[in-house]
Nanobody, 124 residues
């Protein structure tokens, strides 16, 4: 089982940057695929980015491609989301999620483990 804790959210102006962190418990973290999702008020939770297991491929939503970068440090059991060129439409609660698999999915129902979320607000 994995427990996830996000941090790094905050208020930033449009065009600015933030780096979110997701700290995970568990000795087999390297065998988990980890993803970031986000949910804005009144909207469904949407996929942002994923990193497949340890050393695996990364995938991004079209809306963040070229601006966001997902990375992981398995020695520290931590996954990061670097967000550059932020836009007001990036405002949402960002969640880290994980499941023990080696394949890619953007379906949030496939992820049994979730963090509590961290708020990102981008002002215009």
């Amino acid at each position: 089982q994995v427990q996830l804790v996000e941090s790094g959210g905050g208020l930033v102006q449009a065009g600015g940057s933030l780096r979110l962190s997701c700290a995970a418990s568990g000795r087999t973290f390297s065998t988990y695929t980890v993803a970031w999702f986000r949910q804005a008020p009144g909207k469904e939770r949407e996929f942002v980015a994923t990193h497949i297991m340890s050393g695996g491929n990364t995938y991004y939503a079209d809306s963040v491609k070229g601006r966001f970068t997902i990375s992981r440090d398995n020695a520290k059991n931590t996954v990061f989301l670097r967000m550059n060129s932020l836009k007001p439409e990036d405002t949402a609660v960002y969640y880290c999620a994980a499941f023990q698999s080696s394949y890619y999915t953007s379906n949030p129902r496939s992820y049994p483990y979730w963090g509590q979320g961290t708020q990102v607000t981008v002002s215009s």
